[in-house]
């Protein structure tokens, strides 16, 4: 019994992807629809998901913050800031002034002090390295960083011709490079993990 039913799921499983698969490449009605019915199942289970993680992250805390273990100061601020951010999204609305100024005034600020702290770190990363281990990767590693970082910062004094113009082609051309193939490499990876679903490889559905 317990064979028949992994067997039914991995046929499910597959069936339902070959649909999905299918329906971006051949025009038929059925499979249009199917596709969209399917899609839009999966965004639901998705979010549930979301919510199933949001209620055990809150659980967590609470038990964190009930044994009065290290951190459960921060545990209390996160349960505190989940329950306002919730009510507020739900009574107002996720674009209402409240919301904006949650996210202007206090999720933009952290995410930027977030993105202040890696870029200092990366910069002690890279004189760590020269220190241990010269070449030229390493040196063009320390140059990049200390050129972006000068060419965002404003310095008083210090306006060098064509820094901003540099540290934009930086940014723009091989940064971007980079992140295109290491996006190229996780879609490659996704769909081989997903053929390999469809086949029947792998079972994370059944075990």
Known sequence: MKISVRLLLAVIVMAVGLVVLLGFFIDLPVLSVLRSVFLRWAVILAAVAMLVGLFNLAAVHWRKMGSRQPGSFYSAVLLISMVVTLVIGLFFGPTSTWSLWIFNYIQVPVESSLM????????????????????????????????????????????????????????????????????????????????????????????
Do not use: C, H, K
Request: avoid cysteine.
């Open 116 to 207: 202040a702290v890696l870029a200092v770190v990366l910069a002690y990363a890279s004189v760590r390295l020269l220190n241990r281990r010269i070449n030229l990767f390493s040196i063009v590693f320390l140059a990049t960083a200390l050129l972006i970082l000068v060419g965002t910062a404003t310095i008083p004094g210090l306006e060098a011709p064509g820094l901003t113009e540099l540290r934009a082609w930086i940014t723009q051309v091989p940064a971007a490079g980079g992140a295109r193939g290491i996006l190229l490499g996780v879609a490659l990876g996704t769909i081989a993990t997903g053929l390999r679903v469809l086949i029947g490889t792998d079972r994370p559905y059944g075990g």
